[in-house]
């Protein structure tokens, strides 16, 4: 028997808000440590987060392009496992998989906007990172849809237990 007491419920609230929090930072640190150039132009550096940031780097988080691309995803990913949104009939699988799988594709392609020549780094930097939160939102949106048709489908509520309401003017 499980019980389901408001300090599950909230420590579940507090370890999935860090993840996303984890995710949100090392994405941060991506577009800090790849950005370099307009984040410096802006004068939003200094030596201590210089110094930070080489440590950081020292650890091989930034060892390939994408690799903290994939740990921030992957931080992303079990956030959304503990992940509880309101029960809706509306639900759609294929709305989700078209979400995550745009999200995906904006999210890994807007690598290809870094080498684009002829533009500003400024300009560049900030298509950068807005392609790629525009894909970490599709993908955020995508598979919180996803995980609550998951969850929907593992167990239906056919007893209406999570939202109990007694309707007199119907009985």
């Known amino acids: 028997m499980s019980m389901h007491t408001g300090e599950n419920e909230q420590g579940l609230r507090k370890i999935v808000d860090m993840t996303r929090l984890i995710s949100l930072v090392v994405l941060g640190l991506h577009f800090y440590y790849y950005c370099y150039k307009a984040f410096k132009e802006l ?3 200094a030596h201590i987060s210089d110094r930070l940031l080489s440590n950081i780097s020292n650890t091989g988080l930034f060892s390939f392009f994408n690799k903290s691309k994939l ?35 904006l999210y890994f392609s807007s690598c290809f906007v870094l080498k684009a020549e002829g533009f500003a780094a400024l300009q560049i930097t900030v298509a950068y ?3 790629s939160l525009a894909g970490f ?6 598979g919180g849809l996803l995980t609550r048709i998951i969850k929907n489908r593992l167990d239906p509520d056919v ?3 999570s939202n109990e ?4 003017g119907k009985m």
């Open 129 to 131: 990172i807005c392609l």
């Open 71 to 105: 740990i921030a995803l992957g931080f992303l990913f079990i956030s959304l496992l503990g992940a509880r949104g309101k029960k809706s009939e509306k639900l759609n699988y294929k709305t989700a998989i078209a979400y995550l799988l745009v999200g995906v594709f």
């Open 165 to 168: 309401i007694c309707n007199p």
């Open 159 to 161: 007893f209406n237990k």
């Open 43 to 45: 004068g939003w550096t």
């Open 137 to 142: 939102i599709l993908v955020l949106t995508g």
